[in-house]
């Protein structure tokens, strides 16, 4: 009979990778990196276990979306008191915190529980072309995220 072999703790190997959202959709590059931070892209994924990756995103600030939603996507967060409801459109959002739009958008794609909220540490997004992450050599992925004949 065969059994199933669980990876441990000291088996797993956790690589970086640098992704440029330069010019790239919001919700098919969460995808991706919600994939590799799971660790789906490997043949020793564990439902339960934390097999993925470290994942850094940078130019997030020059995200794209398709369609009016610049104008009309909302991104909605509550102080904890009452009439503390703020409300805030991608574009101004943009303007002020864009790492906060490819954040939400990969933790959405994350497991609620607490394995997902471990998951989602080893994402780190900056808005510009720089990280401080290079002593863990990251590789660079390129994930072409615009559809062929869009453009």
């Known amino acids: 009979m065969n059994k199933t072999v669980l990876p441990t703790i000291d088996n797993l190997d956790h690589k970086w990778y640098v992704i440029d959202a330069e010019g790239q959709r919001l919700g098919r590059l969460a995808t991706e990196v919600a994939t590799i931070l799971r660790g789906k892209n ?10 993925g990756d470290f994942v850094i995103i940078i130019n997030a600030e020059k995200i794209e979306v398709t369609g009016r939603k610049r104008e009309q996507k909302l991104y909605r967060r509550h102080s904890g008191r009452p009439g ?8 101004k959002l943009q303007v002020r915190l864009p790492e906060r739009i490819v954040e939400s958008a990969v ?13 989602f540490t080893k994402l780190k997004v900056y808005a510009g ?23």
Do not use: C, Y
């Open 84 to 91: 503390g409801m703020k409300e805030e459109t991608f574009e």
């Open 129 to 151: 072309p720089s990280h401080p992450h290079a002593a863990q050599q990251p590789e660079t992925l390129v994930i072409n995220t615009i559809p062929a004949g869009a453009n």
């Open 107 to 119: 933790r959405g794609m994350l497991p609620k529980n607490s394995l997902g909220r471990k998951l």
């Open 42 to 51: 490997k043949p020793t994924f564990t439902p339960h276990m934390d097999t």
